[in-house]
């Protein structure tokens, strides 16, 4: 289970801006200047994938740079092994492209923030049985508005939906107006080897997007 320091910082960052940020290919020199930029932006949800260079290097320095209130993680997590490396660590996310129960129990047995990857209502309704935070609709690309509201319609009610791939400012509008929670924003928020002046500028453009429909 989630442990409830952490379920509190969930909600605040959340209602803070529920867009989470995936650093795929940062590098552990790159990982301060960029997570600094992050958080200054607004963004709480920070994720690296583990297939960047060296990822639990730029995990761990995320976690000593950042303020509790921010929560810092891997993306693509395929083993129950590296569930429990993260949590050796004091990361907070587990984020998966797939929806492997095991790993997911393993996540939250540690008290940890999961978000699997779904693309249907049956991995849904099993990643939520397996004690699931959050849905990662993924790959965004394949799974459209219309879909989102389908299976809205037989999710339990508040169930958080965030979709990743492909999702820019201009894409957000659609999948807001069918009650996404938030979003996973890729290369179109952050490419290797960006400089920390660059994500800040793409941060913005996502955070005005965002503040656009939800106004102080």
Not at 36 to 58: H, T
Not at 116 to 129: D, N, S
Not at 145 to 161: E, I
Request: glycine share 10%; hydrophobic share 50%.
């Amino acid at each position: 289970m989630i442990d409830t320091d952490r379920a509190t910082r969930l909600e605040g960052a959340l209602a803070a801006l529920p867009l989470v940020a995936i650093l795929r290919g940062l590098k552990p020199v790159e990982a301060e200047g960029i997570g600094r930029v992050l958080y200054d932006a607004g963004f709480r949800l920070i994720e690296v994938p583990l297939n960047s260079p060296d990822p639990f290097d730029s995990i761990a320095a995320l976690r000593r740079l950042l303020p509790p209130e921010a929560l810092v993680g891997a993306g693509t997590v395929l083993e129950v092994e590296q569930a429990q490396r993260l949590s050796a660590l004091g990361a907070d996310l587990v984020v998966m492209p797939h929806a492997d129960t095991e790993v997911i129990r393993a996540a939250k047995q540690r008290g940890m923030i999961c978000l699997p990857g779904v693309a249907t209502p049956t991995e849904a309704f099993a990643a939520l049985r397996a004690g699931a935070d959050a849905l990662k609709l993924f790959p965004g690309e394949l799974i459209s508005p219309v879909v989102v509201k389908a299976m809205r319609a037989v999710l339990p009610h508040g169930t958080r939906l965030m979709p990743v791939g492909g999702i820019s400012p201009e894409t957000m509008g659609p999948y807001l107006d069918v009650g996404v929670t938030g979003f996973g924003l890729g290369s179109a928020l952050y490419a290797p080897g960006m400089r920390p002046e660059q994500v800040a500028e793409r941060a913005a453009r996502f955070v005005a997007a965002w503040k656009e429909r939800h106004p102080p």
